[in-house]
Protein backbone atom coordinates (compact mmCIF):
# COMPACT_ATOMS: atom_id res chain seq x y z
CA UNK A 1 0.00 0.00 0.00
CA UNK A 2 1.61 3.38 -0.89
CA UNK A 3 1.00 6.39 0.65
CA UNK A 4 1.28 10.15 -1.13
CA UNK A 5 2.12 12.74 1.41
CA UNK A 6 2.27 16.03 0.31
CA UNK A 7 4.34 18.80 2.15
CA UNK A 8 2.85 21.72 2.80
CA UNK A 9 5.92 23.38 2.69
CA UNK A 10 5.29 24.27 -0.90
CA UNK A 11 1.62 25.61 -0.46
CA UNK A 12 -0.08 29.06 -0.54
CA UNK A 13 0.16 29.89 3.16
CA UNK A 14 -1.77 33.04 2.80
CA UNK A 15 -5.01 30.42 2.46
CA UNK A 16 -3.38 27.21 3.92
CA UNK A 17 -6.12 25.55 5.26
CA UNK A 18 -8.33 25.54 2.24
CA UNK A 19 -4.86 24.02 0.90
CA UNK A 20 -4.81 21.42 3.48
CA UNK A 21 -8.45 20.52 3.05
CA UNK A 22 -8.11 20.97 -0.57
CA UNK A 23 -4.87 18.63 -1.47
CA UNK A 24 -6.69 15.29 0.69
CA UNK A 25 -10.03 15.96 -1.04
CA UNK A 26 -7.85 15.25 -4.02
CA UNK A 27 -6.39 11.91 -3.37
CA UNK A 28 -3.34 12.30 -1.11
CA UNK A 29 -3.02 10.17 2.22
CA UNK A 30 -0.82 12.22 4.46
CA UNK A 31 0.15 16.09 5.41
CA UNK A 32 3.66 16.26 5.56
CA UNK A 33 4.60 19.00 7.89
CA UNK A 34 7.80 20.41 7.43
CA UNK A 35 9.75 22.34 10.63
CA UNK A 36 12.75 24.52 10.25
CA UNK A 37 14.36 26.24 12.74
CA UNK A 38 17.05 28.76 11.00
CA UNK A 39 19.86 26.15 12.94
CA UNK A 40 19.45 22.66 12.27
CA UNK A 41 18.68 24.13 8.69
CA UNK A 42 19.34 27.39 6.73
CA UNK A 43 15.57 28.00 7.21
CA UNK A 44 12.52 28.81 9.08
CA UNK A 45 8.83 27.42 8.93
CA UNK A 46 6.34 26.76 10.86
CA UNK A 47 5.43 25.34 14.12
CA UNK A 48 3.17 23.64 16.98
CA UNK A 49 0.08 26.62 16.19
CA UNK A 50 0.15 26.20 12.99
CA UNK A 51 -0.35 21.91 13.60
CA UNK A 52 -2.58 22.98 16.38
CA UNK A 53 -4.80 25.09 13.58
CA UNK A 54 -5.03 22.48 10.98
CA UNK A 55 -5.50 19.85 13.22
CA UNK A 56 -9.60 20.66 12.81
CA UNK A 57 -9.50 20.33 9.17
CA UNK A 58 -8.78 16.67 8.60
CA UNK A 59 -8.80 13.38 10.11
CA UNK A 60 -5.32 12.72 7.53
CA UNK A 61 -2.70 11.58 9.63
CA UNK A 62 0.19 15.11 10.44
CA UNK A 63 3.50 13.48 9.88
CA UNK A 64 5.54 16.46 11.42
CA UNK A 65 9.19 16.29 10.12
CA UNK A 66 11.49 18.14 12.62
CA UNK A 67 14.34 20.10 11.53
CA UNK A 68 15.05 21.60 14.64
CA UNK A 69 18.08 21.20 17.45
CA UNK A 70 17.65 20.64 20.46
CA UNK A 71 14.70 18.69 19.69
CA UNK A 72 13.15 17.08 23.06
CA UNK A 73 11.79 20.31 24.00
CA UNK A 74 9.59 20.96 21.38
CA UNK A 75 8.11 17.27 21.21
CA UNK A 76 5.32 17.37 23.33
CA UNK A 77 3.85 20.75 21.92
CA UNK A 78 3.66 18.86 18.67
CA UNK A 79 1.72 15.95 20.38
CA UNK A 80 -0.01 18.07 22.00
CA UNK A 81 -0.76 20.02 18.96
CA UNK A 82 -2.33 16.96 17.60
CA UNK A 83 0.40 15.32 15.47
CA UNK A 84 0.16 11.61 14.31
CA UNK A 85 4.20 11.00 13.72
CA UNK A 86 7.21 13.08 14.72
CA UNK A 87 10.27 12.34 13.00
CA UNK A 88 13.49 13.49 13.68
CA UNK A 89 17.09 14.03 12.80
CA UNK A 90 19.39 11.74 15.10
CA UNK A 91 22.33 14.08 14.69
CA UNK A 92 20.17 16.68 15.86
CA UNK A 93 19.59 15.09 19.30
CA UNK A 94 22.15 14.06 21.73
CA UNK A 95 20.31 11.04 23.18
CA UNK A 96 18.24 9.43 20.59
CA UNK A 97 17.06 6.30 22.18
CA UNK A 98 15.10 9.13 24.76
CA UNK A 99 13.74 10.86 21.99
CA UNK A 100 12.66 7.99 20.48
CA UNK A 101 10.85 6.97 23.63
CA UNK A 102 9.86 10.69 24.61
CA UNK A 103 7.91 10.93 21.23
CA UNK A 104 6.14 7.42 21.72
CA UNK A 105 5.09 8.32 25.43
CA UNK A 106 3.48 11.44 24.02
CA UNK A 107 1.25 8.92 21.87
CA UNK A 108 2.98 9.75 18.35
CA UNK A 109 4.39 7.67 16.14
CA UNK A 110 7.92 7.86 16.01
CA UNK A 111 10.58 8.65 12.74
CA UNK A 112 14.31 8.47 12.26
CA UNK A 113 15.11 11.05 9.27
CA UNK A 114 18.64 10.62 7.33
CA UNK A 115 20.10 13.26 5.47
CA UNK A 116 21.76 12.28 1.95
CA UNK A 117 25.41 11.65 4.05
CA UNK A 118 23.88 10.54 7.18
CA UNK A 119 24.95 6.79 7.46
CA UNK A 120 22.69 4.01 8.32
CA UNK A 121 24.67 2.71 11.21
CA UNK A 122 21.58 4.72 13.32
CA UNK A 123 19.65 2.22 12.81
CA UNK A 124 21.24 -0.92 14.13
CA UNK A 125 19.67 -0.62 18.04
CA UNK A 126 16.64 1.16 17.98
CA UNK A 127 15.01 0.03 14.28
CA UNK A 128 12.55 -2.13 16.31
CA UNK A 129 11.46 1.01 18.28
CA UNK A 130 10.79 2.78 15.07
CA UNK A 131 7.44 2.93 13.04
CA UNK A 132 8.98 4.88 10.18
CA UNK A 133 11.90 5.65 8.40
CA UNK A 134 12.74 8.74 6.33
CA UNK A 135 15.31 9.11 3.57
CA UNK A 136 16.58 12.42 2.16
CA UNK A 137 16.81 12.39 -1.20
CA UNK A 138 17.61 16.24 -0.89
CA UNK A 139 19.59 18.44 1.83
CA UNK A 140 17.14 19.54 4.48
CA UNK A 141 16.30 23.16 4.44
CA UNK A 142 14.05 24.12 0.85
CA UNK A 143 11.83 22.84 -1.19
CA UNK A 144 12.02 22.37 -5.24
CA UNK A 145 15.63 20.89 -4.91
CA UNK A 146 16.81 18.26 -7.14
CA UNK A 147 16.59 14.04 -6.10
CA UNK A 148 19.80 13.05 -5.23
CA UNK A 149 19.91 9.67 -7.09
CA UNK A 150 22.00 7.80 -3.91
CA UNK A 151 18.77 7.57 -2.19
CA UNK A 152 17.73 4.62 -4.11
CA UNK A 153 21.02 2.48 -3.22
CA UNK A 154 19.90 3.69 0.67
CA UNK A 155 16.25 2.93 0.21
CA UNK A 156 17.27 -0.66 -0.46
CA UNK A 157 19.25 -0.76 2.03
CA UNK A 158 16.94 0.32 4.55
CA UNK A 159 14.33 -1.94 2.68
CA UNK A 160 16.27 -4.77 3.51
CA UNK A 161 16.92 -4.12 7.50
CA UNK A 162 12.95 -3.21 7.53
CA UNK A 163 11.81 -6.78 5.90
CA UNK A 164 14.32 -8.55 7.78
CA UNK A 165 13.04 -7.36 11.07
CA UNK A 166 9.49 -8.67 10.07
CA UNK A 167 8.07 -5.41 11.87
CA UNK A 168 5.84 -3.07 9.98
CA UNK A 169 7.70 0.14 9.38
CA UNK A 170 7.04 3.09 7.09
CA UNK A 171 9.51 3.78 4.39
CA UNK A 172 9.49 7.24 3.43
CA UNK A 173 11.33 9.57 0.68
CA UNK A 174 11.24 13.08 1.06
CA UNK A 175 12.73 15.08 -1.56
CA UNK A 176 12.52 15.95 -5.69
CA UNK A 177 9.65 13.53 -6.20
CA UNK A 178 7.71 13.72 -9.11
CA UNK A 179 5.77 11.81 -11.48
CA UNK A 180 8.62 11.07 -13.60
CA UNK A 181 10.36 9.23 -10.68
CA UNK A 182 7.98 7.82 -8.47
CA UNK A 183 8.04 4.42 -10.03
CA UNK A 184 11.87 4.07 -9.85
CA UNK A 185 11.54 5.17 -6.27
CA UNK A 186 9.16 2.62 -5.09
CA UNK A 187 10.77 -0.33 -6.63
CA UNK A 188 13.62 0.91 -4.70
CA UNK A 189 11.10 -0.09 -1.44
CA UNK A 190 9.77 3.20 -0.45
CA UNK A 191 6.22 3.27 0.59
CA UNK A 192 5.38 6.42 1.35
CA UNK A 193 6.04 9.41 -0.51
CA UNK A 194 6.80 13.32 0.36
CA UNK A 195 6.03 15.63 -2.63
CA UNK A 196 6.13 19.16 -2.33
CA UNK A 197 6.48 21.26 -5.69
CA UNK A 198 5.21 18.36 -7.52
CA UNK A 199 2.05 18.52 -6.40
CA UNK A 200 1.26 22.18 -4.36
CA UNK A 201 3.42 23.31 -8.16
CA UNK A 202 0.81 21.42 -10.15
CA UNK A 203 -2.13 23.22 -8.54
CA UNK A 204 -1.23 26.87 -8.19
CA UNK A 205 -3.09 28.42 -11.08
CA UNK A 206 -5.99 26.58 -11.06
CA UNK A 207 -8.64 28.18 -8.93
CA UNK A 208 -9.87 26.81 -6.90
CA UNK A 209 -6.69 24.98 -6.05
CA UNK A 210 -6.96 21.03 -7.02
CA UNK A 211 -4.47 18.38 -7.34
CA UNK A 212 -6.87 15.79 -8.72
CA UNK A 213 -4.87 15.36 -11.78
CA UNK A 214 -1.26 15.27 -10.05
CA UNK A 215 -2.29 13.45 -7.47
CA UNK A 216 -4.01 10.91 -9.87
CA UNK A 217 -0.77 10.54 -12.29
CA UNK A 218 1.39 9.71 -9.82
CA UNK A 219 -1.11 7.03 -8.05
CA UNK A 220 -0.63 5.78 -12.12
CA UNK A 221 2.53 5.99 -12.01
CA UNK A 222 2.45 3.64 -8.57
CA UNK A 223 0.37 0.96 -10.25
CA UNK A 224 2.96 0.06 -12.50
CA UNK A 225 5.14 -0.88 -10.06
C1 LIG B 1 13.01 19.63 2.56
C2 LIG B 1 11.68 19.16 3.12
C3 LIG B 1 10.80 18.55 2.11
C4 LIG B 1 10.40 19.45 0.98
C5 LIG B 1 10.19 18.60 -0.23
O1 LIG B 1 13.84 19.98 3.60
O2 LIG B 1 11.88 18.22 4.15
O3 LIG B 1 9.66 17.94 2.71
O4 LIG B 1 9.25 20.19 1.22
O5 LIG B 1 9.92 19.43 -1.31
P1 LIG B 1 10.03 18.92 -2.81
O6 LIG B 1 9.07 17.81 -2.99
O7 LIG B 1 9.69 20.14 -3.59
O8 LIG B 1 11.46 18.47 -3.02
ZN1 LIG C 1 10.13 17.02 4.88
Partial sequence: MYRIAPSILSANFARLGEEITNV????????????????????????PLVC????????????????????????PDFAKAGANIISF???ASRHIDRTIGLIKDQGCLAGLVFNPATPLHYLDHVLDKLDLILIMSVNPGFGGQAFIPEALNKLRAVRKRIDE????????????????????????????????SAIYGAGKDSDPHRYDTVVSALREELSKV
Wanted: glycine residues 8%.
Fill in 24 to 47: IDSGADIIHFDVMDNHYVPNLTIG
Fill in 52 to 75: EAIRPLTDAMIDVHLMVEPVDRIV
Fill in 89 to 91: HPE
Fill in 165 to 196: SGRSIMLEIDGGVKVDNIAEIARAGADTFVAG
